[in-house]
């Protein structure tokens, strides 16, 4: 399966430190700019703003005018080649990049939205907006998941639940769309991103991983039914 | 001209960006000649309104993140508790996250409308002495999605700092969306005449955090914003049952501690994780009052001390404001 992971979050890229492929350059091929790969098999290919900074901590401190602008050139001048799937990471929001990447997209088919959410009102509160963003664009939800949701101690095994708990479901329940799952906050998956190791080769067994795996089998089996 | 004439195309740049009258989307608008022409780009006559609305304001603090999800919004919150727990202190928050408006429901005031007097807006108060204003009070629904472009949003935050009737406050505090684009650099090119005393920086321990905000304070030192601190959030986790500390978000970089000695900046304090945080956010209620004896509201309470002090001693210094 080849995957393309397309990261529009200009302002803070952290796709290129989260794959481990750290510092590296973009190529120009005849069919445009080279993605990055982070294997030599060419399954998993990349591009973001993070690779195109002479300095990984430089600001890119744009209007959204030059913000939309380099997103059309992601969509149109990356040579993808073959994908089973493009995956688009946003920041947050409803403004200049989620109108582009939609935009943009919007000749090619776009099979839907993964909605993230914390389980706090504050975060589902927000969410509902963008919910609305995604009817108001013609973008179908794929789901909802609700991250960080709960902590087991690892010395004692009581679950907390920091950031609350079941806002997510809620929501999904309020708005009509599907529930794809709850991710727990896991020390384990925070330094594997961090130092951008395959927390599912590290970790197969773990909860975590179980909870991730569901919900990437949730979002197939939605793209399949539509 | 306003910064999106009402019969402007889609895609207008903003009459006061370099671009005005010259992009693609500009063909065709009546203003494109006037644009093209450089003269809707004179200085934003705005910038010295809002110098003068602000001359009842002693000290204007932007809080900063460079990553989403960090608790920027929940520091702010807690901050403006904080300085008008003291009820001589004249307090109030804006909140210019136009997308993602989360302060209303932080401070209790879901559900309130802004009103119009003569002098202008009038913000929405939770207590006497502490004001709230966001474009939440201004929308209808909690599904209204506000679904617009950079330079929509930077009038909103024009109308925000000139129309807003604030009153004499001891302290402005700003809250912003992640990022470093338009609402930042609209935040600072208004208050220019008016002046900022500084910025808090927030982060989690994460290197995925720290990366964002080295990048947020590149683009501090680049419009010559000065920066009051770092606060380092979600800082270790102390499990109620058997007291053991996990450290949820590893510092696998050292954490904001390492960050500030490398890049000289104050680190004000490191804030733990703690359920009871979130759950008054929920609730509009202030974290500080209701779990007073908690270690977060203590680390909180130190860093806002720290941000008082800063102020005090910019007064004494004879630092512009």
Known sequence: ?226 | MADVPSDAPEHCPGTSSVEAGKTSACQGCPNQRICASGAARTPDPAIEEIKQKMASVKHKILVLSGKGGVGKSTFSAQLVYGLASDTSTEVALLDVDICGPSIPKMMGLEGEQVHQSGSGWSPVYVEDNLAVMSIGFLLSSPDDAVIWRGPKKNGMIKQFLRDVDWGELDYLIVDTPPGTSDEHLSVVQYLSGAGVDGAIIITTPQELSLQDVRKEIGFCRKVKLPIIGVVENMSGFVCPKCKNTSQIFPPTTGGAEKMCSDMQLPLLGQVPLDPRIGKSCDEGRSFLSLEAESPAAAAFSSIIQKIRQYCKDGVEDGSPD
């Open chain 1, 1 to 226: 399966v080849a995957v393309g992971i397309l990261d529009v979050d200009l302002c803070g890229p952290s796709i290129p430190r989260m794959l481990c492929v750290g510092r590296q350059d973009v190529h120009q091929c005849d069919a445009g700019w080279v993605p990055v790969y982070t294997d030599a098999q060419k399954s998993l290919a990349l591009m973001s703003i993070g690779f195109l900074l002479e300095n990984p901590d430089d600001a890119v401190v744009w209007r959204g005018p030059k913000k939309t602008a380099l997103i059309g050139q992601f969509v149109s001048d990356v040579a993808w080649g073959e994908l089973d799937f493009l995956l688009v990471d946003t920041p947050p929001g409803t403004s200049d990049e989620h109108l582009a990447v939609v935009e943009n997209l919007r000749k090619h088919k776009v099979d839907g939205a993964i909605l993230v959410t914390t389980p706090q009102a504050v975060s589902t509160g927000d969410v509902r907006r963008e919910i609305t963003f995604c009817k108001k664009t013609g973008l179908r939800i794929l789901g909802i998941v609700e991250n960080m949701s709960g902590f087991v101690c690892p010395h004692c095994s009581e679950c907390s639940n920091i950031f609350s708990k079941g806002g997510g479901e809620e929501l999904a329940k309020l708005s009509g769309s599907p529930f794809l799952g709850c991710i727990p906050l896991d020390p384990q998956l925070s330094t594997s991103v961090e130092e951008g190791k395959d927390f599912i080769q590290a970790f197969p067994e773990s909860a975590t991983f179980s909870a991730i795996s569901h919900i990437a089998q949730a979002v197939l089996a939605n793209i399949a039914a539509a």
